[in-house]
């Protein structure tokens, strides 16, 4: 999908939370956003992180590299996907991006395809 496509859908993905795995080179059209990346913050996923404070307001949680992690390891996002939570703390309003350095879902785990929209 090319940036232009992606900025039109944005919105209306953004407006049902829905989670997206999109390339890396698209993050930037998400506004107001908290990134982090998984290859180096992974344990940031099961207990209490210390950017839940800083995501109150935010309309994205982006997560990159998440092709650098395991498969096995891509299973801690899950709760975010599915629930909106890390450990007990809920995120509402907050839609999670996933994002990959190319889009080759043989590197993503099949729980979390099937949580997410692919574009």
């Not at 404070?53 to 998440?66: R, T």
Request: aromatic share 8%.
């Amino acid at each position: 999908m090319n940036k232009e496509k992606l900025i039109e859908i944005k919105d209306v993905i953004s407006s049902l939370r829905t989670p997206l795995i999109v390339e890396n080179i698209y993050c930037d059209i998400f506004k107001n956003a908290i990134t982090i990346d998984a290859s180096s913050d992974i344990k940031n996923f099961t207990d209490t992180p210390m950017w839940l404070n800083e995501i109150e307001g935010k309309n994205y949680l982006i997560i990159k590299n998440i092709d650098y992690i395991s498969k096995e390891d891509q299973l801690k996002l899950v709760d975010i996907l599915k629930y909106h939570k890390v450990g007990t703390n809920k995120i509402y309003n907050t839609v999670v991006v996933l994002t990959v350095d190319k889009m080759d879902l043989n590197y993503i785990n099949d729980e979390i395809i099937s949580l997410t929209v692919q574009i």
